[in-house]
């Protein structure tokens, strides 16, 4: 059974700290790693996407992946308010799967 | 329009009924998705649509649940005889053809709330 694992949370976080969030994947033959931002009672939306080892930086956000290790994992830096949601990590390899998604509350 | 349109955006049934839940991909967008979201809960995938090829149906918890797409257009997700634990947000998304899966970002929906009574 090929999983995708993501702690649960809620992750709190001061405004103004980095959030690190962190998704575990069980496939090695996966190849596209995703991060979707969902706010409570809306769709996911596409903040990040990465394909190969390192890091990747888009404004506040670094995707960083570590196939040798089989993780992603998404950093915030200066955490807004307006950052609280659930984080999902999507990993396609023969297949799509989503995780469960991890809820941040970032503390004004 | 610029995004993928689902419709209805709230639907409410009676248990034993049918309902058809509607998805307009991206235009140009030859992947489609459907995926389940129970209250509290991740996605779920239901079935996947590439261009002409045949769909990939392994997400689909039972019989009662089918999904049509003609070419790289509109998608409609069908339950039969609806029960309570098919209360859920259904979404769609579209993607970029690349791969079996796409390898591509999904763009979704807003998504059909489904209520079973």
């Known amino acids: 059974q090929k999983e995708v694992e993501q702690n649960s949370g809620p992750l709190s976080v001061p405004e103004g700290a980095i959030a690190s969030l962190n998704c575990t994947y069980s496939?090695?033959?996966?190849?596209?790693f995703f991060w979707y931002r969902q706010y409570s009672g809306k769709s996911p939306e596409l903040i990040m996407s990465?394909?190969?080892?390192g890091d990747k930086e888009d404004g506040r956000f670094t995707a960083q992946l570590n196939k040798a290790s089989q993780y992603v994992s998404l950093l915030i830096r200066d955490s807004q308010p307006s950052d609280s949601a659930t984080y999902l990590c999507a990993v396609i390899g023969d297949k799509i799967i989503f995780g469960k998604g991890t809820r941040l509350h970032i503390l004004p | 329009g610029a995004g993928v349109s689902q419709s209805p955006s709230n639907k409410v049934t009676e248990k034993g009924k049918d309902v058809e839940l509607r998805c307009d991909p991206i235009s140009g967008h030859t992947a489609l998705y459907w995926y389940r979201q129970r209250l509290g809960q991740g996605l779920e995938f239901l079935i996947y649509?590439?261009?002409?090829?045949?769909?990939?149906k392994s997400g689909l918890p039972s019989d009662r649940f089918s999904a049509e797409r003609t070419g790289e257009s509109v998608s409609t997700l069908t339950i039969q005889r609806t029960q309570q634990e098919d209360s859920a947000v259904y979404l769609c998304?579209?993607?970029?053809?690349?791969?079996?899966?796409?390898?591509?970002?999904?763009?979704f929906g807003d998504g059909t709330r489904l209520s079973i009574l």
């Open positions: 649509f590439q261009g002409n090829s045949a769909p990939d």
């Open positions: 998304a579209s993607s970029l053809r690349s791969g079996r899966f796409g390898g591509q970002p999904q763009h």
């Open positions: 990465i394909y190969s080892n």
């Open positions: 496939d090695r033959g996966s190849q596209s």
